[in-house]
């Protein structure tokens, strides 16, 4: 190369070469003025000495937080992590396309076989994304929420078809189940997303709340099966097994006796709802009597309910993942307008 001739851009001051050149020359011409290819890159420790004693301390921090609070992935058994990574791409990948769920739950059809309310699930209840969402609900793995809030999040996505204009309303949980808990699962999830900034546009209206089903109080059925538990007990000599009290394992018509007039609108959002458009939030759809009442709920205070969307859906056997992936595919009218 002729040294007369110079390398240097126009209006830029030429730059020294080798391990001391400067970071704005390297940026302008990485190969010019880059590092000294003989000089090998730092993989080892911290030249300093007190980065090398904050990492050190990190390390121990976090070997001692292991220790005392030992934690194993809920899917597999793995250490040291609630959901290790394979179990989260399994979940991700389980709820990579959303579909629609509402016919498979009787409440929300009509006779003549219509849609009353369409709902948009994230994934299938089954694998890892149940056994995910068993652990966050009832075994307070907060932590799971993250990973959960990505694939409602694009279940969220999937449904409004990039239209602005929703409001995300939370279906609650009842005060029994979140003393016991200490949170409530979905409240939890759309706090994540709203922390990380995954849904920006659509801004979360907690206006519902839980209150005493007064049709199941007046009905005297529960003393009755009180009753005949006892008198079986007493010919068989077997105890009386307490009986749950969530949702789990009931029919349709008990579900829906169960919701009835369970869900109502806070005095505070009496008059904020009216004309909005609403698009309901729950974490598990079975029979949809949850979601009916809370969209009667919604629409009693003059809200618009538009449609649900949920983080899983119980299906049939005839709805699993190995048929083609058209199955699976989210139409663009998802949501009713």
């Known amino acids: 190369m002729n040294p007369a001739i110079s390398t240097t851009p126009p209006g830029v001051s030429a730059a020294p070469t080798g391990p001391h050149a400067r970071p704005a020359a390297r940026r302008l011409d990485p190969d010019l003025y880059g590092d000294d290819p003989g000089r090998a890159r730092r993989r080892g420790s911290h030249r300093r000495r007190w980065a090398r004693l904050v990492n050190a301390a990190l390390g121990a921090a976090l070997d001692l937080l292991h ?52 709902v948009v699930a994230a994934g299938p209840y089954r694998d890892e994304l149940a056994q995910g969402l068993l652990s966050f609900k009832r075994l307070g793995q907060w932590r799971l ?28 949980t009842s005060g029994k189940a979140y003393r016991k808990r200490g949170f409530s ?12 900034h995954l849904l920006p546009d ?28 006892m008198a079986l007990a007493g010919a068989t000599g077997q105890s009386v097994r307490k009986r749950a009290t969530g949702q789990k394992g009931l029919g349709r018509g008990e579900r829906a006796r169960r919701v009835r007039g369970t869900i109502k609108v806070r005095w505070l959002w009496t008059g904020r709802l009216a004309g909005k ?7 598990v759809l079975t029979t ?23 983080l899983a859906a119980t299906r049939p056997p005839a ?19």
């Open 319 to 337: 709805y699993d993942s190995t048929l083609p992936p058209a199955t699976y595919s989210v139409p663009r009218d998802s949501i009713k307008k």
């Open 277 to 283: 458009r609403c698009l309901l939030i729950d974490d």
């Open 145 to 172: 929420a993250g990973v959960l809030a990505g694939c409602l999040s694009k279940a969220v996505r999937s449904a409004v078809a990039a239209q602005p204009g929703y409001y995300l309303v939370p279906v609650p």
């Open 202 to 229: 659509y801004p979360t209206l907690p206006a519902l709340k839980k209150v005493t089903n007064t049709h199941a109080a007046s009905t005297p059925a529960w003393w009755t099966r009180g009753i005949a538990d």
């Open 67 to 118: 220790v005392l609070v030992p934690v194993d992935c809920v899917c597999c058994g793995a250490e040291d992590a609630v959901l290790c990574s394979a179990c989260a791409r399994h979940v991700r990948n389980l709820c990579r396309r959303p579909f629609r769920a509402e016919q498979e739950s009787p409440v929300l059809v009509n006779v003549d076989g219509t849609s009353r309310l369409g």
């Open 288 to 310: 949809g009597a949850t979601l009916a009442e809370a969209a009667r709920a919604v629409t009693a205070a003059g809200g618009v309910v538009c449609g649900a969307v949920v």
């Open 185 to 196: 699962p979905v409240h939890l999830i759309l706090l994540s997303i709203r922390m990380r």
